[in-house]
Structures are given as structure tokens and as C-alpha cells.
């Protein structure tokens, strides 16, 4: 039977016709509720106090919540009675993760393609003269440019590393 494979039919939270008890209010236990409990007892399951919320995960996107569940252990063995919501919060917060992460990679996509467009308009060598190789370089590697446009930078702040790096930079 594959019926345990499949995710139970839950009403969502606020939209249920009876209404959970204030937290401070004792619940009435019902008489099959009752005979649960007996049978746990018979069973050398014993009751399990301070619990506040249990958390089932089905899969990556869908859990069960259950506040305030009666929950019983004997070993590695625990039973947990209480009213079952799907936590939509955890399933909404991660498509939401997921869309910000997307826009970003977007983001960095097009800036990366730029980039690359501008590296290839620049592709043309640059007269070197007067400047060593090694601040080329390092303006290159510090300022993340091309050759040409560290040649550019160097020209334009007269041979100065530094200057020549933080007009990349700005």
C-alpha cells in the first residue's frame, strides 16, 4: 500500500472551522484520545513533558507543524499526538531565497557579459612606452582590467600604481 507515500489532506492554518485553544487553556481530551493514551501506557511508552512545537519534513518544500503536541518515548521510539499544519511560512521563504538568488545571478550574468564586451573593444595593444611591466602588472591584477585599460590607467595618472588602480575602482 502506497498510501503511506502520499502527503495527508490538512486544512491551512486560520482557515479551520474550530478554533485551537488559547495556549493557556487546558484541552479536553476526547475518549479515543483517552484510549490512545492507555494503550501508550500499556505499551511502556512514557510521556515526554516540555515539548513545544514538533517539525515533520516530507521533502525540501513541504513540512508538518504541530504546536504544543503530547509526545511519547520509550527508547528511540516516540509518538507524537497533535493537530498537523503544513508550515507554508518555511515554503515561502525559500522561493523567496530562491527568486533573490536568481535576480543576483542575473545581476552578475550582465554584469560579467559587459565586461567581456569591453575587454574585446580593447583588445587592441597599447603603447607601453615608458612604463614597466611589472606596475602594468600589477594594475592588471589589483584593478581587475585588461592589459589595454591598465596601459590607459597608468597613461592617464602619469605612472602612478596607486592612482592608477583607484580610477578603477571609483
Known amino acids: 500500500d502506497d498510501s503511506d507515500d502520499e502527503v495527508p489532506e490538512l ?3 486560520g482557515t479551520s472551522a474550530v478554533t485551537a485553544p488559547a495556549a493557556d487553556e487546558p484541552r479536553v481530551a476526547t475518549r479515543s484520545e483517552k484510549k490512545s493514551r492507555k494503550a501508550m501506557a500499556k505499551l511502556g511508552l512514557k510521556p515526554f513533558e516540555g515539548v513545544m512545537k514538533v517539525t515533520l519534513k516530507r521533502s525540501k518544500t513541504v513540512s508538518f507543524v ?8 520509550s527508547g528511540n521510539t516516540y509518538v507524537v499526538f497533535g493537530m498537523a499544519k503544513i508550515d507554508e511560512v518555511a515554503g515561502a521563504k525559500e522561493a523567496e531565497l530562491m527568486k533573490a538568488f ?3 545571478k542575473a545581476g552578475m550574468d550582465a554584469q560579467n ?3 567581456a564586451e569591453g575587454a574585446e573593444e ?3 595593444e597599447e603603447d607601453a612606452e615608458g612604463l614597466e ?15 589595454a585599460k591598465a596601459i590607459k590607467g597608468l597613461k592617464a ?3 602612478d600604481v596607486v592612482n592608477a588602480i583607484m580610477s578603477f575602482n571609483e
Open 11 to 13: 486544512e491551512a492554518a
Open 102 to 104: 536568481q535576480a543576483a
Open 122 to 124: 580593447e583588445e587592441g
Open 66 to 73: 504541530i504546536d504544543r503536541p503530547e509526545v511519547f518515548y
Open 113 to 115: 557579459a559587459e565586461k
Open 157 to 159: 595618472a602619469n605612472g
Open 133 to 147: 611591466e611589472k606596475d602594468i602588472e600589477v594594475v592588471m591584477s589589483q584593478g581587475g582590467v585588461s592589459r
